[in-house]
C-alpha cells in the first residue's frame, strides 16, 4: 500500500516556476513508476508525465515537454514546472502505475493510489 499527498501548489504568474512534490509512505514506494496528471475545471484528468521506479526513465505529455521535469528519491516525486501557462491551471495528482499497467499508458485508470492534489493557477 502507498499513501500520497501533493503539496507546492499556488497562484503564480505566467512564464514563472513552481515545484510540486508527492510524498510517499508506504514502505513499497519505490518499487512503483509515478505519474502526474492534472484535471482543469470541466475537464477529464489528463496525464502530465510518468518516471521510473528508478528515476531513469520518463516519459512525458506532448503540452509539458521541455517545460516540466520530474525527478524523484526514496520518499518524494518531485515535479519541476517552468515557463507555466494560463492553460496549466488545474489540480495536479500524483498516483502509481499499477503493476499490471504498461509504461507509457496515459489512461488514468492504469494508475492507483491516488493524492489528493494540489491547486496550480497560473494568471497572465
Known amino acids: 500500500q502507498v499513501q500520497l499527498v501533493e503539496s507546492g501548489g499556488g497562484l503564480v504568474q505566467a512564464g514563472g516556476s513552481l515545484r510540486l512534490s508527492c510524498a510517499a509512505s508506504?514502505?513499497?514506494?519505490?518499487?512503483?513508476?509515478m505519474g502526474w496528471f492534472r484535471q482543469a475545471p470541466g475537464k477529464e484528468r489528463e496525464f502530465v508525465l510518468t518516471i521510473s521506479s528508478s528515476g531513469g526513465s520518463t516519459y512525458y505529455a506532448a503540452s509539458v515537454r521541455g517545460r516540466f521535469t520530474v525527478f524523484r528519491d526514496n520518499a518524494k516525486v518531485y515535479l519541476q514546472m517552468n515557463s507555466l501557462k494560463p492553460e496549466d491551471t488545474a489540480v495536479y495528482y500524483c498516483?502509481?502505475?499499477?503493476?499490471?499497467?504498461?509504461?507509457?499508458?496515459?489512461?488514468?485508470?492504469?494508475?492507483?493510489?491516488w493524492g489528493q492534489g494540489t491547486q496550480v493557477t497560473v494568471f497572465s
Open positions: 498516483a502509481a502505475l499499477r503493476k499490471t499497467s504498461n509504461w507509457g499508458t496515459q489512461n488514468p485508470s492504469d494508475f492507483g493510489f
Open positions: 508506504g514502505r513499497t514506494f519505490s518499487n512503483y513508476a
